[in-house]
């Protein structure tokens, strides 16, 4: 009786919901020339005739209410067929991020309902779709604080350091930083960073694994100079640190034994072989709530196939957070999940019962699908706020 219904599920209804909460004054992060002054968050949810629900968290810098818009243009195509469909998905173009967003996050639910229907984690459909995998799936997986978005350098950019101490009494064992408010504003130099960078790998003294997010923003020669810093310093990673180029990055790549990583935008499998075949990146950083699980998949696939480890970018809120720990525990070679530290209470206040964070690891939640459900009134309790998430940062003061 379960199978026969179970064949004649179809899908009901597919909605978005738009979140948004203020960030107080001291959550309000800053990075380059802006400052972020709330937390969005967008949820597609799925349902079917059969009471099952899948969710997902495609990333808010789809902007909600576009997200919103555009999974209702693609909803008619989807109420009344079968979410077990192996072609219902829509496709992404790889052409606009945010227009593919929507996509990814209707792909995420999808996967979420499929593996609530089989009774098992999507972990485990992740295991047995195919090409690399481990099997069983991990149980937890190692995250890393990301934040480094506090700093001003007209300010104090010592809050950088003690922040990195902040995270090593959490219990982390790795983290994340960024390169500051804009250089030019403040005369900030390849070798200023590096002294700031040197009083950070001395203060955390070998307890965590330290990255660098570039944001795009450097040229080739500070890029160069800052990447041999690091080298010499034994940081993890040097993410996405010039404008994104094949041959700028694949010159870098083979200058450093650094593992220089990025492709967080990139919505198709394809948008990475360049820098696959160019050996641009040591590490490819897709994100399912850019690109859905189905293209996480054939990226995995093709990186593996070049020698590149995978290691997601992992943005926002508690419910991507769950995603991508169920895309690295399935992993052959599984690094660090990428933790948000100042999205806020949106970030776990969405969900029902937050998975358990313990020594620096999230526990995948138990139970079929992602193994975790919203709580309830999230319109009510956070009301998406109308416009940018983020504001000019006129100066080092203004928060």
């Known amino acids: 009786m379960i199978a026969a219904a179970v064949q004649r599920m179809k899908i009901t209804s597919v909605e978005t919901l738009c979140?948004?909460?203020?960030?107080?004054?001291?959550?309000?992060?800053?990075?380059?020339?802006?400052?972020?002054?709330?937390?969005?968050?967008?949820?597609?949810?799925?349902?079917?005739?059969?009471?099952?629900?899948?969710?997902?968290?495609?990333?808010?810098y789809g902007d909600p209410p576009r997200i919103r818009e555009r999974v209702?243009?693609?909803?008619?195509?989807?109420?009344?067929?079968?979410?077990?469909?192996?072609?219902?998905?829509?496709?992404?173009?790889?052409?606009?991020?945010?227009?593919?967003?929507?996509?990814?996050?209707?792909?995420?639910?999808?996967?979420?309902?499929?593996?609530?229907?089989?009774?098992?984690?999507?972990?485990?459909?992740l295991a047995a779709a195919g090409g690399p995998a481990t099997d069983p799936p991990l149980e937890r997986v190692r995250l890393y604080a990301s934040g480094g978005v506090s700093y001003d350098w007209d300010g104090d950019p010592g809050q950088l350091v003690r922040e990195a101490l902040t995270h090593v009494a959490a219990g982390y064992t790795a983290f994340k930083m960024r390169v500051g408010t804009e250089w030019s504003r403040s005369g900030v130099t390849a070798a200023r960073m590096i002294d700031?960078?040197?009083?950070?790998?001395?203060?955390?003294?070998?307890?965590?694994?330290?990255?660098?997010?570039?944001?795009?923003?450097?040229?080739?020669?500070?890029?160069?100079?800052?990447?041999?810093?690091?080298?010499?310093?034994?940081?993890?990673w040097f993410e996405e640190p010039m404008p994104r180029d094949p041959a700028t990055y694949a010159r870098l790549n083979r200058a450093v034994d650094l593992p220089i990583t990025g492709g967080e935008v990139f919505t198709r499998a394809e948008q990475f072989d360049p820098?696959?075949?160019?050996?641009?990146?040591?590490?490819?950083?897709?994100?399912?709530?850019?690109?859905?699980?189905?293209?996480?998949?054939?990226?995995?696939?093709?990186?593996?196939?070049?020698g590149v480890d995978v290691c997601p970018h992992?943005?926002?809120?508690?419910?991507?957070?769950?995603?991508?720990?169920?895309?690295?525990?399935?992993?052959?070679?599984?690094?660090?999940?990428?933790?948000?530290?100042?999205?806020?209470?949106?970030?776990?206040?969405?969900?029902?019962?937050?998975?358990?964070?313990e020594d620096g690891h999230l526990v995948l939640p138990a139970g079929p699908g992602w193994g975790v459900e919203l709580a309830g009134d999230l319109e009510a309790r956070f009301p998406y706020l109308d416009g940018d998430y983020s504001a000019p940062l006129d100066g080092p003061t203004d928060r």
């Open 72 to 125: 209702a243009e693609l909803a008619g195509g989807l109420i009344g067929r079968d979410p077990l469909d192996p072609d219902i998905a829509p496709r992404l173009t790889g052409s606009d991020r945010s227009d593919d967003i929507p996509l990814a996050g209707i792909d995420c639910a999808l996967w979420d309902l499929r593996a609530r229907i089989a009774g098992r984690p999507v972990s485990a459909l």
């Open 314 to 357: 992992s943005w926002h809120n508690g419910l991507l957070a769950v995603a991508h720990a169920h895309a690295v525990a399935a992993l052959p070679r599984p690094r660090v999940l990428e933790l948000c530290m100042v999205q806020g209470p949106l970030q776990w206040g969405i969900l029902r019962d937050p998975p358990a964070i």
């Open 19 to 60: 979140l948004s909460r203020r960030h107080e004054l001291e959550r309000r992060w800053i990075t380059a020339s802006f400052r972020a002054v709330k937390a969005d968050c967008s949820i597609v949810v799925i349902d079917t005739d059969a009471g099952v629900r899948g969710i997902a968290e495609p990333s808010a």
């Open 275 to 306: 820098y696959l075949e160019a050996g641009a990146l040591a590490i490819a950083q897709p994100d399912v709530g850019v690109c859905g699980i189905g293209e996480w998949l054939r990226t995995v696939e093709r990186a593996h196939r070049c």
């Open 196 to 236: 700031l960078l040197r009083r950070v790998t001395d203060a955390v003294d070998g307890r965590m694994e330290l990255m660098l997010d570039g944001n795009c923003r450097l040229n080739e020669a500070d890029a160069h100079a800052i990447a041999g810093a690091l080298d010499e310093l034994g940081w993890t």
